[in-house]
């Protein structure tokens, strides 16, 4: 890419602090920085400067230091000025007036990661594990991102297609080549080289959901009827009261969220209206709502009072979760009202009471069990949920070659499922994608960045 604008940008939080990062890329930007600091008459690559920062007018506004990064050693690829200035919300608008009227433009949202990536210095998972390093809210988010930044996940996908290319040239080899005569679909090398492909592949997979379990966590709806115990499982998994308690049904008509983490995976609780045959509107709202949130949850937690004794196949019945497609477990509450222990009774069914915090890190166990999660010291680099969606159809390409060599014995049909496979792997690292897919990645970016 060969840039033919200089775009400008404020890299530091918006508000008052103690140094504010006026940031600078494209080839006016070490001519812009002698119009801001007049007084330095030769700028070399690499040197900190302390100046006086000037306005259009020539006045002094501020005093700091000015770091110039000359192209191609520079995060962009291109010539690139730091201005570091004092914090004031207007000092720093006045330098990036000037820069715009020296010539510069209003960087978009992600343009410096995006020019970064055009230009090769970074590829498209280390973009984005810059923004994930940023949006991070845990230790451990950090510093997986931070690993994912260093390209540890790059590395991976580069090493699974290299064994895919490495194929690939034999099977279409052998194609192109009839005269051969040789039967490579009867060939060892190709059946063990698709094993090796598979067995890198799933750990490739196995790391990416971890990776993305601990970025993203799971969107957990707690739903039940009137006076189940919802707000109090809500508070015994939150560990303290967030939600308010009372013996009167319909007590929660509205959505209410709550972020915890189980041994470093978040969860992002949802506590819900009651479901009911409700005549009061906002009730009727707070219920519609419910099923909406039931409907996106990555799993939701059917809670029922143990004294009403309902057997499964009636709760399903009863709410028809089979037609929707939810995840659910269903949760025996209140079990200490008639004396029984907390247990897990199934795979999907669990007993615990809420009120008096009995069976809940079962409960915790059984959602680190079902998201396939087996805490933040299996992950070694973050993932995002295109990510997934990019390793899930690659999968389904790997399954397809292995029928067309076991099966159908078509080496065309091997061929073209390999390099399918080998475009889902290269749309995480960026070697092969969309503009739009680009645009939408970068446009989720803090200005600046």
């Not at 040197?47 to 006086?52: E, V």
């Not at 608008?93 to 343009?111: F, H, M, S, V």
């Not at 007993?351 to 959602?367: C, E, F, T, Y």
């Not at 999660?373 to 295109?386: I, M, V």
């Amino acid at each position: 890419m060969t840039a033919t604008e200089t775009i400008a940008a404020l890299a530091t939080a918006p508000g008052q602090s103690g140094v504010g990062i006026i940031r600078l890329s494209g080839p006016k930007a070490i001519n812009i920085a002698k119009s801001i600091c007049p007084s330095l008459k030769n700028i070399e690559p690499r040197q900190t400067y302390f100046c006086h920062f000037n306005d259009v007018n020539n006045d002094i506004v501020d005093e700091g230091l000015l770091i110039y990064f000359k192209a191609p050693y520079s995060f962009t690829g291109e010539d690139v000025i730091e201005l570091q200035a004092h914090g004031s919300p207007i000092v720093l608008d006045i330098l990036l007036d000037t820069a715009i009227n020296q010539g510069a433009r209003l960087a978009r949202p992600g343009e410096f990661s995006e020019r970064a990536f055009l230009n090769n210095k970074i590829d498209l998972a280390q973009a984005e594990a810059i923004a994930d390093l940023i949006e991070s809210g845990t230790e451990t988010a950090a510093r997986m991102a931070s690993r994912s930044l260093q390209g540890k996940f790059s590395e991976y996908i580069h090493g699974l297609v290299d064994q895919l290319i490495h194929l690939r040239m034999y099977v279409e080899a052998s194609i192109d080549f009839p005269e051969e005569e040789i039967d490579f679909l009867q060939d060892e090398t190709i059946s063990l080289s698709l094993n090796e492909i598979e067995q890198s592949f799933n750990e490739i997979q196995q790391k990416a959901t971890q990776g993305s379990l601990i970025k993203d966590g799971m969107n957990l709806v707690i739903a039940g009827r009137p006076n189940a115990g919802k707000s109090s499982l809500l508070n015994a998994l939150a560990g303290y009261e967030s939600a308010i308690v009372t013996d009167i049904p319909g007590t929660t008509r509205d959505v209410l969220k709550e972020k915890i983490q189980i041994d470093g995976m978040p969860v992002h609780l949802i506590d819900t209206a009651g479901i009911r045959d409700a005549i009061d509107a906002v009730e009727q709202e707070g219920i519609r709502r419910a099923m909406q949130h039931i409907e996106k949850a990555d799993h939701t937690l059917w809670i029922y009072d143990a004294k009403t004794a309902n057997s499964i196949e009636e709760l399903k019945k009863e709410m028809d979760f089979p037609q929707m497609k939810v995840a659910v477990t269903y949760i025996r509450n209140k079990i200490d009202t008639i004396n029984e222990t907390p247990e897990k009774i199934s795979e999907e069914h669990i007993a615990i009471s809420a009120k008096q915090n009995s069976g809940i890190d079962l409960l915790r166990q059984h959602l680190k069990n079902i998201m396939g999660y087996h805490g933040p010291e299996q992950g070694e680099f973050l993932a995002r949920r295109r990510h997934l969606d990019a390793l899930k159809r690659a999968a389904i390409h790997l399954e397809k070659g292995k029928i067309a060599l076991h099966v159908s014995k078509a080496g065309e049909l091997l061929a073209e499922e390999l390099r399918l496979m080998q475009n889902c792997l290269s749309e995480i690292t960026g070697e092969f994608s969309s503009d739009d897919l680009l645009g939408k990645i970068f446009s989720s970016f803090c200005i600046g960045k």
